[in-house]
């Protein structure tokens, strides 16, 4: 596991700007909830210019900071705001909806005016299933183009897959197009049930830890990372010790039938077996421990999918927010941790997903329900300190 090289208590790695809300898509998983028509109340070219003064005012090196949405593209001076964000020294990137206005001439402005990466979202092996994620038919067509575009202007291309019991069988074949058509990284994002997601099912705790496990063996081959399962730490830690041992990994995690199926089809698929790269760490970032969500009207959450706001950047300075508030120095104080994950030996590289405790309890201190570990029961985390890296 990677940790970051900055004082997280300081500078976040990573800030998320929700530019709007707006978006015609209506995907099943949105924790935005997004709505055709943009917010009046969205913050406006100059207030969001001032925002990412903000950002750049954590000192060097800058977080990332990524626009978002919505649909970033239902903004008319979204290439003037990622110029102005480059301009004062942010490596910005943008995740937009695969609508219409998802063009090759779209993407050209935005690396024309410094961006370096676009996300873009794959949540089904097949046209079908994606749009019928997705609420819209074609839009699996009009990403298939942008992945395409993308990579041939020079931006760099992030691919977010949001896993549910709807789509798990899927992650073999996703896996397969991102090895296939290339991308900087697979991010496979665990549903905390907020927004629409609250009607999605999400998997359970044994079958998230094997979905988990079968990441991991893929990460040899595909650069892969999670979003709100901050167990694959764990995960990572776990199955480096065995590796070493030369322990079975199987028996001693007690993974489960979806793993060996998953494991089966990423066999057929020639995605494990076979190293095609270093693998790549997880990095040690969580909701208000590196990271940072501001919403289209300027209300700072320690992430998108926890809606709790600790301030508002109309009144507050971002960097006060996310240094000095209950909520964010709350959030990076493991003691804080209740239930399991208070109790776990890896709370302080892991910690749970504090989205999904508060969505499923309402208490934002309570254990992760999707994570079935029981602390004490590996023999060996001590040995997973080696692991560690900055």
Known sequence: MRLPRQDVGQRP????????????????????????????????????????????????????????????????????????????????????????????????????????????????????????????????????????????????????????????????????????????????????????GRALSALD????????????????????????????????LQRDVLARRGEDHVRALGLGPLYRRLGDLLRERGLTGRPQRTRRPPLRVSAGNGFAFVSHRGDVHPSGFLPVPAGNVRQRSLVEIYRDSELFTGLRDPGRLGGRCGACEFRAVCGGSRARAYAVTGDLWAEDPSCGYLPGSFPRAEEGKESLAT
């Open 13 to 196: 790695f990573i800030v998320i700007w929700e530019a709007t809300q707006a978006c015609p898509l209506a995907c099943l998983h949105c924790r935005a909830s997004a709505r055709p028509a943009r917010d009046p109340a969205e913050l406006d070219t100059d207030e969001a210019t001032a925002l990412m003064a903000q950002v750049a005012d954590f000192g060097h090196p800058a977080p990332l900071f990524v626009v978002t949405g919505g649909d970033p593209f239902q903004r008319p001076d979204l290439e003037t705001l990622v110029r102005r964000g480059t301009e004062l020294g942010l490596a910005v990137s943008v995740s937009p909806s695969g609508t219409p206005t998802l063009t090759r001439d779209a993407l050209a402005g935005l690396r024309a005016a410094g961006a370096r990466a676009v996300s873009l979202s794959l949540d089904a092996a097949d046209a079908a299933g994606h749009d019928g994620f997705r609420g819209v038919p074609g839009v699996w067509d009009l990403t298939a183009r942008a992945w395409r575009d993308a990579l041939d202007l020079g931006l760099k291309v992030q691919i977010n897959t949001t896993v549910t019991r709807r789509n798990v069988g899927d992650l073999p074949d996703i896996a397969a197009g991102v090895r296939d058509r290339g991308a900087l990284l697979w991010s496979v994002f665990f549903l905390v049930p907020t927004g629409r």
């Open 205 to 236: 705790a044994a079958e998230t830890e094997d979905v988990l496990n079968a990441l991991y063996d893929l990460g040899e081959v595909v650069a892969v990372k999670t979003t709100e399962a901050h167990h694959f730490r764990r995960v990572c």
